[in-house]
T-cell receptor, first 113, second 111 residues
């Protein structure tokens, strides 16, 4: 069966420090991969998605970047964190094609001090 | 901007009662999905309804879709305390399976 792993679960970082969040998927090949951010009590904002290795689409201009170095690995990065980068970051995968449900990791709670 | 907007934003009911929440969207869609999120966790897919479907059931869940009104409803029958969670609708309107999520309905089921 397919599983998705996201870590760390919680992260506290100072303003201006770098960031690397990792997400890996097991049990499937060539998934579509997604990074979302969720503010407290709100819906999900799509940050990046990828349909293949090295293919990254950015949805909103921001202080973050994403990379997909391997088929089932998706990384969210920042060179210098801002206070506004605080939030709950969720990774998700889906099989290719329209109309497929997305499967989510358990998220990373990022607090910037 | 959010494609889907849920109503109400919060709902409090007694165990055994039904919970109904609504979702409205603005543009044409391929399908609409409902997800559940327990506090501090990732989202879990509940049900998907395609644009050519009007109603779908899964266990205690019933989803309707009215494309003429650009709206959907999720009904949870005979609610349980374990149904306490936030529920989100999400619409899929473009290739690549990008979803646009609403702001969610927070449901509290009191035992």
């Amino acid at each position: 069966s397919q599983t998705i792993h996201q870590w760390p679960a919680t992260l506290v970082q100072p303003v201006g420090s770098p960031l690397s969040l990792e997400c890996t998927v097991e049990g499937t090949s060539n998934p579509n991969l997604y990074w979302y951010r969720q503010a407290a009590g709100r819906g999900l904002q799509l940050l990046f998605y990828s349909v293949g290795i090295g293919q990254i689409s950015s949805e909103v201009p921001q202080n973050l970047s994403a990379s997909r170095p391997q088929d089932r690995q998706f990384i969210l990065s920042s060179k210098k964190l801002l206070l506004s980068d605080s939030g709950f970051y969720l990774c998700a995968w889906t099989e290719g094609g329209a109309g497929q449900p997305q499967h989510f990791g358990d998220g990373t709670r990022l607090s910037i001090l | 901007s959010q494609q889907g907007e849920e109503d109400p934003q919060a709902l409090s009911i007694q165990e055994g009662e039904n919970a109904t929440m609504n979702c409205s969207y603005k543009t044409s869609i391929n399908n609409l999905q409902w997800y559940r999120q327990n506090s501090g966790r990732g989202l879990v897919h509940l049900i998907l309804i395609r644009s050519n479907e009007r109603e779908k059931h899964s266990g205690r869940l019933r989803v309707t879709l009215d494309t003429s009104k650009k709206s959907s409803s999720l009904l949870i029958t005979a609610s349980r305390a374990a149904d306490t969670a936030s529920y989100f609708c999400a619409t899929d309107k473009a290739a690549g399976n990008k979803l646009t999520f609403g702001g969610g309905t927070r449901v509290l089921v009191k035992p």
